[in-house]
Structures are given as C-alpha cells and as structure tokens.
C-alpha cells in the first residue's frame, strides 16, 4: 500500500496519510508497508508516538527544510519483525590462542556488509586473522563493542549487525534529491569608488632602525654534522601482539636452550647447473619454477632421516624422536616473521615442495595464513640469503632443536683439483640445542646437507 499527502496540503496531508496508514491491518503472509510524501516534522519518533503511527521499521530520508517542517519520505513497515539484530562473536583463534588486539576495523558502522564481508582484523600471538560477517542476508553495521587496539577474547561480543529477515538488503545511504532553498536576496554593496578615497599625503619616512649586530655563530661540531637547535623528532608505537610474541618466544628459545651454531660452506654449482638445465622443463609441466628452497627442504628431510636428535625434542625429563618430517619455512612478512609448516617432505616431489612453498608464502604475505599452518613443525629453515646475508646464527623456533639458516651465493676463489677457480659458494648455518644434541651429530646433519647439495643426484640414489 502506497499512501500520498501530495494532494493535501503540508501539514494536513502528512496527517491524513499516516493516520491512514495507522488504521491498516498487515496480511499475516506479508505485512503491510507503506511510503508517505509530505510535510513531517524532522524528529521522526516523536511525531509518530504523538500521532498512533506504527514505526516499526521505518527509515526517514529529510529534504532541505522550511521553518519548522521537513519535506519527507517516510516508508513504514507493519510486519511484527521486519529486521533482525545479528550479533558477531570474536572467532576461535586456533589451539592455545585465547584473545587477540583488534588492529583494524575496516566496516564503519552505517556501512552496508554482506556475507564474508571483513568487519575487522585481529592480531594474535601467531597470526592475524579477519572477523567477518557470517549471514548470507546483508545488514547495516549498528555499533562495535570493541575499539581498535583494546584486547578481546573467543567468544566475546564484538558487532551488532541489523539484517532483513526478507533479504532485501537494507538501502545504502543515497543523498536525498535536493530542492533548492528560496535564497534571500541580500543587496548588493557598492564598491567604494576610488575617486571618492582621499589618499592620505605620505608621512615623511623616519630613516630605518638599525639592525643589531648579528650574534657570532657557534663553532661547528666536529665531523661537520650540524648542532641540533631543538628536540629532534621521534615516534612511538605500539607494538603489535605478533610482534611482541615474536620477542617473547625468541627471548624465552634464548634462556631456555644451550645454543650454540656449527658452520659450513657449500658450492652451488651442481645445483645451479642442474637448475639451468631443467627449468624451463620443470615450469612447462609442472607450473611452478624451479627454485633452490626445494632442493634444501628435500635435503634437510634426509639429513633429518640420518640423524634422528636433531629431529627430537626435550619434553621436560623425556626425550620425544618423531618419525615424520614436517618444515617450517620462514617468511618476511610487514608484520613479522611467520612459519607456515610444509607436511611430510620426505613424502613430496620437487614440485609439490615448490608449489607448497609458493601458497603458503603468498599466503603469509598477504596475513591469511591459518594457525593450523604453522603449528606442529620439526625442523625450520631460515633464508637470509634473498635478503643478501653473508652469515648469521639463526635462533632455535620453540619447541623445535635445531635451525638451518641459508645465506647468499656470491663467486669465489676455491681450490677444485688442484687449481684456484671462481666458484658460487654458499656459507650455511646450523643452531641447535646442545642439551640434545651433541657436536658430533651437528656436524654429520650439516655436512650431510652439504653432500646432497653439491651432488643431488644422491637424493635419488638415497646414498
């Protein structure tokens, strides 16, 4: 039902038609709903309880007003329950996690949402992670019981979200179509005439001040750099939860393990030989290209094979040797170092490492990692090589024994056969735990490494 005032006039029109309105009974399949034109007065509530006007469900849109009175649109709905509140809880976070900081909040509130629609991103111990709205029927977001960086927990109230039972999504704010107010003529001033300003005869000019001499310059700091004339600006900001996890686990690996790092140097030639040879193969057939990370996940899963204690792990009086190889791979993210966790290596090809690798960093990067993909590892790798590292000793990832930390490939002198050559030479690092692992078996897993790379052939002669 449709109801107009345009035929009345102003006050008296509105009236009628709502009045109308207010008389009608809702069908018990769809309800009633109506639109009514006219002069109304601008507090919508109030006009209604004072008139026995259901308002139920009604949106006002206000035109430009005269005195007292608003030219309007009212549409009103008579169904009992014509939209419903939909209220958002905070997301299970993955094993151990409890609560998160909320970083951002992308859906303001008045803003229209639909199924999946990321209202807001929460930073976590491990990960971030989005809160999105779950109901396939749009809604309107109404109010956050949450504000960005206050801390909150799995389960907890975060959004109210009004949504339509019908499924018609409720209407985005479009500007009212504007009637230009009546403009008061206001009379225009004359510009006073030039002619008519009697130009004030200069005053004598009183001879200039004399400037004071200028103070002696400081002597300048030694080395050139420029004393500074205030307070030089910094900032402060607030670090995030992942961030201050990161700290807390590396300084927690740092107190609780005996580290200490052995090192190696591995000639790359054989691997980038074999690289050059097949890599263009290798992307035709598998859609991935041919990378170094690969050859050293599959390296690593047999050194592991070879020499169970790096693979182990001390549970308070209990040493735990696991029989399966799972490896996680550091990735730089802007917020932080994560781990996803590549299953089973010893089981997978060259590819499947490659295109394992390739998700799962593309993934880290863009925070949609999930914390199942990066729980559970055995071993990690590090590589800061990508980044031009020479050398480092990399830090154990808790609970883990042991980490392989790779470097840059850079030319240099080498003695091959009894001659110095230019080589590409790669200098590895391997951080473990010496209240589990002894020297000796430190050396043999790196050296084992070391043999794999420079001839991966053995790796399908398993020798």
């Not at 009974?25 to 639109?35: E, H």
């Not at 609560?99 to 990960?127: C, R, Y």
């Not at 779950?134 to 907890?156: C, F, I, R, S, W």
């Not at 290798?282 to 693979?311: D, I, Q, R, W, Y």
Request: charged share 25%.
């Amino acid at each position: 039902m449709v109801v107009s005032a345009l035929g009345l006039s102003g006050r008296r029109g509105a009236l009628a038609a709502l009045r109308a309105l207010g008389r009608s009974r809702p069908s018990q399949q769809t309800g009633a709903a109506a639109c009514v034109w006219g002069l109304l007065r601008s507090d919508a509530a109030a006009f209604s309880s004072l008139h026995g006007v259901p308002s139920v469900g009604f949106s006002l849109r206000a035109l430009p007003t005269t005195a007292s009175w608003v030219p309007a649109v009212r549409c009103i709905s008579s169904t009992p329950a014509a939209w419903k509140t939909v209220e958002v809880e905070v997301p299970s976070m993955g094993e151990s996690i409890t609560e998160g900081t909320v970083a951002t909040i992308l859906a303001q509130p008045g803003e229209t949402v639909e199924e999946d629609s990321v209202l807001a991103t929460l930073d976590t111990d491990k990960v971030s992670m989005d809160i999105k709205y779950p109901n396939k029927t749009p809604g309107v977001v109404k109010e956050y019981k949450a504000a960005e960086g206050d801390t909150v927990t799995v389960g907890q109230l975060f959004a109210v979200i009004e949504e339509s039972e019908g499924g018609a999504a409720p209407a985005k704010k479009e500007e009212a179509p504007k009637e230009e107010a009546p403009k008061e003529e206001v009379p225009k001033k004359e510009a006073p005439k030039k002619e008519e300003t009697k130009k004030e005869e200069p005053k004598k000019a009183s001879p200039p001040p004399k400037k004071p001499e200028p103070a002696s310059k400081p002597a300048a700091a030694p080395g050139g750099a420029p004393l500074s004339s205030g307070p030089r600006p910094e900032r402060r900001v607030k670090m995030t939860r992942l961030r201050a996890r990161v700290a807390e686990r590396l300084k927690n690996a740092q107190n609780t393990y005996a580290l200490l790092t052995t090192f190696n140097e591995v000639d790359m030639t054989a691997l980038m030989d074999l690289r050059k040879a097949h890599k263009d193969a290798f992307l035709e057939k598998h859609g991935v290209k041919l990378g170094f990370m690969s050859a050293f996940v599959k390296a690593a899963a047999n050194a592991l094979e070879t020499v169970p204690a790096v693979n182990a792990v001390i549970d308070g009086g209990d040493i735990i040797y696991r029989d399966y190889y799972d490896i996680s791979v550091a990735v730089a993210t802007p917020k932080g170092l994560v781990v996803p966790v590549l299953r089973n290596v010893d089981a997978m090809s060259f590819a499947t490492v490659e295109k394992t690798i390739n998700e799962l960093g593309k993934k880290a990067r863009d925070g949609a990692l999930s914390i199942d993909e990066m729980a559970g590892g055995t071993f990690t790798i590090s590589n800061g090589g990508v980044f031009g590292s020479m050398l480092s000793t990399p830090i154990i990832n808790p609970p883990q024994s042991a980490i392989l930390g790779m470097h840059a490939t850079n030319m240099k002198p080498a003695v091959v056969d009894g001659q110095i050559v230019a080589r590409p030479l790669m200098y590895l690092a391997l951080t473990y735990d010496h209240r589990l692992i002894d020297g000796r078996e430190a050396v043999t897993f790196l050296k084992r490494i070391k043999e794999v790379i420079e001839d991966p052939r053995r790796l399908l002669l398993d020798v």
